[in-house]
């Protein structure tokens, strides 16, 4: 009986037991550990480079395109008829010639018959006038030995008869004139130094007065239309043309052509002459025209003729701006502000304006000053108010170094 209650006693305090062995040895462990160590917590200021700004005079440069044009383009049109007779070399398609020459012959036969005609006539018209003087005077001598003391009237003296064999002279030195003109019209002569475009005859082939023998263009200067828009136009120096003063435009601004051909970029020098009369109604942009001399003349680096037909890109010198600040493009946040650093080293929002950009540059006049500092990091959650450190000390933040100019300018409004 004994034996069977200390069995169920100690069924009943070995777990308790051992229970309060593993609370024990609990607690000892955690009672028994190190202290963790205390670390001071420091916000981590992030390191910027700044660029100390400079006031500066930036030249615009307004960017369009457009396609080369001869400026001055004729119909050859004959004022006689006839066949062809005969064509010279350079009346052919690309042909080059000088003023002056003859391009073409038409039949002169039946003009010098029509001169030979009107010599004639005129011999026989002023025969009739000699004829008719002579009797004027016998008509003056023969009223005289009358003697009826009486002035003779016009029919007498054969005034009407004598003003009328003149007439008659005169016609017939005008139809000679006209004749010998036609004859001279038969040669097709070069008008101005240029070259034929495309040609619509050749020999043997009947032309009449109207018929258009060729298609021909000067090559004294090429010009080039320009599209602008309303923004651009404010930074260009183009003086307005009122009504009775000369169209062209005498030292216009100067622009640079650039063509690439075979995978070589040439260049051209022109000058703006002219602007259009009004703006395109649906771009809502004005064409200036610009020229460049001698196109086809050939240049000491072999450059290729500036042709007919090419398309060119362009850009015009427009106004300089004073004091202004040139800063890189990328450094604009949002469109619309910068980040400068105060003198207590802090992140400052500043909304600036822009007069002017391009695709590496922004031009700013207002909301910048002189010596400001402007954050050229990319720092991220930038704050109004943050704290940085310079880069470099100092070295950097005093620097007057400007970013390079660009190359390339287009319209703030693109």
Known sequence: MA????????????????????????????????????????????????LSLTPTDYQVILESQGTVRA??????????????????????????????????????????????VAKANLAQMELDLAEEEARVEQAILDW????????????????????????????AKARLETAERNLQLTKIIAPYKGRVLSQNVDVGQYVTSGTQL?????????????????T??????????????????????????SSTIAGKTHEWKGRVVRAAGSFDPLTRQLFVIAQVRNPYQRSQDD???????????????????????????????????????????????????????????????????????????????AVDGLPVAIAGASGIAGSEKKPKRPAKARDPSS
């Not at 200390?6 to 024990?24: G, Q």
């Open 303 to 381: 450059r290729p003729p500036l042709k007919s037909g090419s398309f060119v890109r362009a850009k015009i010198k427009g106004i300089t701006l004073h004091n202004v600040f040139e800063i890189p493009r990328k450094l604009l946040r949002e469109n619309s502000f910068l980040l400068t650093v105060d003198k207590e080293n802090r992140l400052r929002r500043k909304t600036v304006n822009i007069v002017w950009q391009n695709d590496e540059s922004i031009i700013v006049d207002k909301g910048l000053q002189r010596g400001e500092r402007i954050c050229l990091t990319d720092v991220p959650f």
């Open 214 to 230: 060729a298609r021909i263009y000067a090559v004294d200067f090429a010009e080039v239309r320009m599209p602008l828009t309303e």
């Open 71 to 116: 400026r001055t383009t004729s119909n050859l049109i004959p004022e006689v008829r006839g066949r062809v007779l005969e064509v010279s070399p350079k009346f052919r398609e690309g042909g080059w010639f000088e003023e002056g020459d003859m391009l073409l012959q038409i039949d002169p036969h039946e003009y010098r018959t029509e001169v030979v």
């Open 3 to 50: 034996k069977l209650v200390f069995k169920k006693a100690l069924r009943i305090l070995l777990p308790l037991f051992v229970f309060i062995i593993a609370v024990a040895v609990s607690w000892w462990i955690i009672a028994s550990k190190p202290e963790p160590r205390q670390r001071e917590f420091r916000a981590q200021v992030p390191r910027v480079e700044v």
């Open 144 to 171: 005289k030995r009358l003697d009826s003391g009486e002035a003779p009237n016009d029919l007498v003296l054969r005034t009407p008869q004598l003003k009328r064999a003149q007439a008659f002279v005169e016609s």
């Open 232 to 257: 651009q136009l404010s930074f260009l120096d183009l003086p307005e043309i009122y009504q009775g003063e000369p169209s062209n435009i005498s030292d216009g601004p100067n622009v640079i052509f």
